[in-house]
């Protein structure tokens, strides 16, 4: 199929291209799948010792669920994908479920970002108010919050399939690794640049508002810790927000890292772009869990038992 001046109608699907540099593709979809595979057995742990013990039927632990579920969609979304172009070969995919997984790949990322702000308003509360804690944050309403931000997220994702379906198609070849906005802009007819700017303005304010909240809920505990005149309680509350911090820190440094040097003008090559991007998506989701399970004491002494 020829890539160039062909119209939306004639084509039929995107052959990925991202991976064509690469050396030994086989070994690295491998590392991937073992990868992969980790992340899924990994978050589905958590979610099956959470859901399991009644006990653990508390704010905290629900949102940790949630935050399982959102790293296992996120993953899904893309690594499927990535792996049978690495190790099968397979680089072609329809134009519909291309659409269909780039919504699911920018829902799921921002959901992220809310699964993570909304964890830092429970370490707030749970320190600030640590007597109404439960009659603040009840089981249902965190279940509430969490269906909502999925909802808020689905809605605020569905403007980028509305910016996209409109256009004309005129490559079928795309230079990355998996369909998202970018990949799909670049492959369609008009000029990419101002799409790129309203996708990358949207990213932005979605990643630096949420950092901001999270910041403004850690400045407001900094506060409350300082204040208490017990050295344990001190310690208790650093204990409790140690294992959000390195989950904070895992998700927001490679996206950090990506925002600020597109938005600077730094021009990535497709490699880096590329591992950017897996280590954006892999790198959270596959140190979340453990870090729950290994920093939470009921889940790590069910993990022990086990």
Known sequence: MSVQNISRQAITEFVFRGFDSVQNPLIVGVVLLILYIFVIIANTANIYFIVMDKRLYQPMYLFICNLAIVDIVLCTSVCPTMIGIL?????SMPYAPCIVQMFVLHVSGLMEMFAISVMAFDRFIAISSPLRYHS?????????????????????????????????????????????HASIIRATCVDPEPYFNKASILSSVLCFGTFSFICLSYIKIVIVVVRMSSQSDKKKAFN??????????????PTFTRTVLTRIGVVLTLEERNGLMVGTILGPSLINPFIYCLRTERIRSKLFKM
């Open 87 to 91: 190790v099968v070969g397979y680089k």
């Open 136 to 180: 603040i944050l009840t089981n249902v309403r965190c279940v509430l919050i969490s269906i909502v931000l999925w909802l808020a997220s689905s809605a605020i994702m569905a403007m980028l399939p509305a910016t996209v379906l409109p256009l004309q198609i005129c490559y079928s070849a795309v230079k990355y690794m998996f369909c998202d």
């Open 240 to 253: 409790t927000c140690f294992s959000h911090l390195i989950v904070i820190i895992c998700f927001y440094a």
